[in-house]
């Protein structure tokens, strides 16, 4: 059987440590009967970048104090930056080196992805003995370029090239990036897919913008809420516009319906999934594994001023192919006319010759 092969980008300003590192990786290609480490070692973070622009990478493994300071900044402050320009361009693994822990800036680490190392002789076994562990995720993520590439492959060839750059107009990176992303969305992500969807793609999370936007999830006076403001007006509002807020609650009936699928019965979970139990709420799955589902409460609903929502607070964003379910069932609900009731022995004379 072949040995996975793990690409690895390694940045060291000493020429002494990337000699080290090189030789550290050949004696565990040696010992290790599943894994083959491929490693580029470059010097400065401008070579690390051109690097990362050109080829891909399963793993990076960089120096803190990767160039000499500046009056301006110093040598750690740069090297911080770096490590925040990397989490912004390079979706891999990221081992830092360090002689001093404490000098890496706290919030970059993640113990998911990013991991923190100490300079001394066995720095590169405790690395190579982390990268094992990110295997299933390294793996993943390459399933899931693999993925990507076979959607994109038929959409390039079937149009969308033509779309971003003809004999005549090319049109700009970040237009092109929508289009491309909104063809794959429409292809991979519609309602109309046959794969069932697994409740963590309810949501997109972490979420990293800055903004409070239409389907949030939201911590507020000590409580969860979505937004259900619409993005046309968010995006226009001043500080002071009204955000419209409906509650997220639990529901009591949860835990019973779970058992009753546990033994085959999956009626009620399905019936709750499928918004069928109730036109005044709305089913949101658990965020986390193991953790209750959400109901949004479209009876509790709260307005608060744009300014005093804060976009830290945000839990988890609906994801788009979610979220029109959610803002239309919102809008039945509000917009539903009523009738008065039939009396049912009414109902029943009438039917009868």
């Known amino acids: 059987m072949s040995k996975l092969e793990v690409f690895l980008l390694f940045v060291e300003d000493e020429e002494q440590?990337?000699?080290?590192?090189?030789?550290e990786a050949e004696m565990f290609n040696e010992a290790d009967k599943n894994i083959h480490i491929v490693p580029t070692?470059?010097?400065?973070?401008a070579e690390a970048k051109e690097a990362l622009r050109t080829l891909r990478f399963d793993l990076i493994v960089t120096d803190l104090k990767i160039e000499p300071g500046t009056p301006e900044k110093d040598a750690v402050t740069i090297g911080n930056e770096f490590i925040r320009d990397l989490k912004k361009i390079s979706p891999c693994p990221i081992a830092i080196l360090t002689g001093k822990p404490s000098d890496v800036d706290a919030a970059s680490l993640d113990p998911s992805s990013i991991a923190n190392f100490i300079k001394d002789s066995d720095a590169e076994a405790k690395i190579f003995t982390w990268m094992k562990s990110k295997l299933p995720l390294i793996e993943l993520m390459r399933s899931s370029y693999s993925l990507l590439n076979t959607e994109l492959a038929p959409l390039f060839h079937g149009g969308v090239a033509s779309r971003i750059c003809s004999e005549n107009s090319v049109i700009p990176p970040d237009s092109a990036l929508r289009i491309i992303l909104e063809n794959v969305a429409d292809s991979i992500l519609t309602v109309n897919s046959t794969t069932k969807c697994h409740p963590q793609e309810s949501y997109i999370f972490p979420v990293i913008r800055d903004r409070v936007m239409t389907g949030d999830l939201l911590g507020h006076t000590g409580e969860t809420w979505v937004v259900l403001t619409p993005a046309c007006d968010i995006v226009r509002c001043s500080n002071?516009?009204?955000?419209?807020?409906?509650?997220?609650?639990?529901?009591d009936r949860y835990e019973k319906y779970l058992e009753k699928a546990k033994n085959a019965d999956f009626g009620p979970l399905t019936s709750l999934i499928n918004q069928g139990n109730s036109p005044k709420n709305h089913f949101l799955p658990?965020?986390?594994?193991?953790?209750?589902p959400y109901m949004v409460d479209f009876e509790d609903l709260l307005t608060v001023r744009y300014s005093d929502l804060d976009p830290r607070a945000i839990v988890a964003a609906v994801s788009p192919k979610f979220l029109p379910n959610l803002i239309h069932r919102f809008a039945a609900y509000l917009g539903r006319p009523g009738a008065p009731d039939i009396d049912a022995q009414h109902c029943l004379n009438h039917s009868q010759q």
């Open 17 to 23: 440590l990337r000699e080290n590192l090189k030789k």
């Open 240 to 251: 002071d516009y009204k955000i419209l807020l409906a509650k997220c609650r639990g529901n």
């Open 41 to 45: 070692v470059v010097s400065s973070i």
């Open 286 to 292: 658990p965020l986390n594994k193991g953790a209750a």
